[in-house]
């Protein structure tokens, strides 16, 4: 469910919860049991690979990555790819190209 609607900016345990069922202390606790992490750490870990794709692909601009990867601040965005990436968006972008040319 997450990889479908990862770019939801309001996706959020409970509503992931009530949709399969079950308790948010249940889903959390299946998160941190089967998965090691947590709803947000996963969340965050999908919208960043998926943000590094189309970052790479480099056909929509940084502030549209941002959205369709759940953002709703391109800077808030940019931030959080920073601490997972190591560089920020333009940068990762930059040498993607590099690497794809």
Do not use: C, N, W
């Not at 990862?6 to 249940?26: C, K, N, Y």
């Not at 090691?36 to 690979?49: A, D, K, P």
């Not at 940019?78 to 190591?86: M, Y």
């Amino acid at each position: 469910m997450l990889a479908r609607r990862f770019g939801d900016p309001d996706l959020a345990l409970a509503t992931v919860a009530h949709e399969i069922a079950t308790s948010r202390r249940q889903l959390q606790r299946a998160f941190a049991e089967v998965g090691g992490t947590s709803f947000s750490r996963e969340l965050q870990r999908i919208r960043m690979v998926r943000a590094a794709q189309l970052l790479a692909d480099g056909s929509l601009p940084v502030h549209s990555v941002a959205g369709a990867v759940g953002y709703r601040q391109a800077a808030q965005f940019a931030k959080v790819f920073r601490r997972h990436h190591g560089k920020p968006p333009s940068a990762f972008r930059r040498s993607s190209d590099r690497i794809a040319a």
